[in-house]
């Protein structure tokens, strides 16, 4: 993925995320001659069926149907340049659809969209909507033996409300995927490789102007001037592969103006997380894991927003081990997060349920997900994989049936077997 400037070893990479295969990276070739470009179209075709179940899916006379298929396309145009003075250069994107009810209703989307410029030697600076260093050095997530564990695309078959929160930077793309940064990505230098990026505010490159502070609050808070800085270290000693990665993000945020709001969140913490992940690999088995922590929280639409001042700091480990034979992956991973958790929208009529003064409901959020599954590489560009995905989710005083407080429904479990193709070119 990052081939030039980046460096990971074979051993290692797949753990780095089988959901993110082709995401759009500026690609810069060492072998390409000077004076010349090469125009690239990648794609992929993603085809899932499933089964699952959740304590949501029959609420107030609504049924969830339980058996599913879903699928979608995407898109990677760019280009690569090498200039006669031996300058790097060129563009990528990605586009997606945006997963409309009907065919008549899908339209495409850019999600990425950055150009870079750089040299071997000093490194490379890319600016746009893209990915920040702490997704590009993310570690020890073990993404890669099946669909992307809690963070691939299967779950969107389990309501929404079932699906525990992944906390890590790779799964929540508002924060620092699609958001419009300018990276300095460091060359290798004996393992090590750093970066350092600087995100304005949390909006897409084609959104201006961005407001400093509001007279409406603005539910999860709202980052701004996020500055991002991480590293990693990848290496291979005899037939032992390690690779660890470290990052710490810190993010001020836009401030409400207005009169205090009854029963609302009006306050938050600055964004602050620390994360750090390691993995060992021998003989075809990886194993590691990665750690977060911090002054964020998730919540609602699954994007990493600021903490509520009246919250604690998140929490957030994971576990995993895979094995590589031949074109067979098979693995499984753990998660926990612990945080603040949901923002409720009101009281449920008569539960008796309470909301504190800081607009929160009476218990942090934990969440707790299982991956287990496995990938067959049937032909170049044509993956198998199987998936099988366990979690809750529990808050006190949090009604997940309704978004409000309440005493009903402060758990919710789901679980889903899955299978499915990917087909890239």
Known sequence: MRKILLGCTAVIAGVIGYASINAAMAQSDASQAPGSIKVRLNGRVNWYAGVESSSLDNIGGT????????????????????????LHYGAASEIRENSGESASSETLYVHQAYGYLGLPQLGQISFGSQNGPNVLFQTGTFEGFNDGGWNGDIEAMVPESAIPEYGWADGNSNYSESTDKIVYLSPTISGFQFAVGFTPNKNAGNF?????????????????????????????FGPVGVQAGLDYSYAGQVAYTGPAETNSVNSYHDLSIVQG????SYAGFTVGGNSEYGNFNVADSYDIDLAPSGGSKAVGWLVGAQYTTGPVVVGASFFRLNQTGDLPGGVDAGSGATITSDGLSTGQQQNTGVAVGGTYTLVPGVSLFVDYLYGTRQQGGYDFSTGNAGVDH??????????GTQIQW
């Not at 102007?209 to 701004?224: C, E, L, M, N, Y």
Request: proline letters at 6%; hydrophobic letters at 30%.
């Open 208 to 236: 201006s102007p961005a407001i400093t502070s509001s007279p409406t609050a603005i539910s999860g808070g709202q980052p701004r001037n996020l500055i991002d800085v991480g590293g990693q270290y990848t290496n291979t």
């Open 410 to 419: 402060n758990t919710a479990q789901a679980q889903l077997f899955g299978f």
């Open 63 to 86: 049924k969830t149907s339980t058996d599913s298929f879903y699928g979608y396309l995407r898109l990677y145009p760019g280009f690569d340049g090498v200039a006669a003075n031996g």
């Open 277 to 280: 992940g390691i993995t060992v």
